[in-house]
């Protein structure tokens, strides 16, 4: 099982509608949307688990691709630790 990183989603995103869309590459066997407290609004990112040749196929299909009007960023998730080290 891997875990995708998905960005730059617009705030008008849900989580049937992404996992539609990551649907057409497999099984998306869990999806969370990081979303506002008060509005509910999606705050543009989120994370969608998949096996690993179908989180691959996503990467491929999807990083780049319009969505709703923004461009989606897709990759698999870093751990906590290397994420702002260069």
Do not use: W, Y
Not at 12 to 18: G, K, L, Q
Not at 30 to 40: C, E, G, R
Not at 57 to 63: D, E, K, P
């Amino acid at each position: 099982m891997k875990k995708l990183f998905v960005g730059n989603l617009p705030s008008s995103a849900n989580e049937v509608e992404v996992t539609e869309l990551f649907s057409q590459f497999g099984k998306v066997r869990s999806i969370k949307l990081a979303s506002d407290v008060f509005t509910s609004q999606c705050k543009g990112f989120g994370f969608i688990e998949m096996e690993g040749h179908e989180a691959r196929a996503a990467i491929a299909g999807l990083n780049g691709k319009d969505f709703n009007g923004k461009s989606l960023r897709v990759n698999f998730e870093e751990p906590k630790n290397r994420r702002g080290r260069r």
